[in-house]
């Protein structure tokens, strides 16, 4: 069984969060149907809650959403927030991974 977790924010690239998935999926082997499945359910997730976190965070709001999604052999948690406040460390930790 096969686990992961996606933690995105209002800034994430749709994209490139699906690509990392879609690698790390592949990479351990998980099914091609399965990896297609999960990566259409959490694009579909994903866009909208981009969009709401945005508009929200403009207004000084706060949005925590988690989320699983499993298919055959996969477990994908979606961890979004938007709106809250990093930590000093994380800040820095952030700049230096360029996230």
Same mark, same amino acid.
């Given at each position: 069984m096969f686990r992961? &977790? +996606? &933690?995105?924010?209002?800034? &994430?690239?749709? #994209? !490139? ?5 879609? %690698? ?10 399965? +990896?297609?499945?999960? &990566?259409?359910? @959490?694009?579909? !997730?994903?866009?909208?809650? !981009?969009?709401?976190?945005?508009? @929200? %965070?403009?207004? *000084? ?6 989320? #699983?999604?499993? %298919? #055959? *052999?996969?477990? +994908? ?5 938007? *709106?809250?406040?990093? %930590? *000093?460390?994380?800040? +820095?930790? #952030?700049?230096?991974?360029?996230s």
């Open positions: 992961t &977790t +996606v &933690t995105a924010d209002e800034k &994430t690239d749709v #994209d !490139i969060a699906m690509s990392d998935l879609r %690698a790390r999926c592949e990479g351990s082997g998980v099914d091609p149907q399965a +990896v297609e499945m999960m &990566t259409a359910q @959490l694009r579909e !997730i994903l866009k909208p809650l !981009i969009a709401n976190g945005k508009m @929200l %965070a403009a207004q *000084g709001s706060q949005l925590k959403v988690t989320r #699983d999604i499993g %298919a #055959d *052999g996969c477990d +994908v948690k979606l961890v979004f927030s938007s *709106g809250i406040q990093r %930590a *000093g460390w994380r800040k +820095v930790l #952030d700049r230096l991974l360029g």
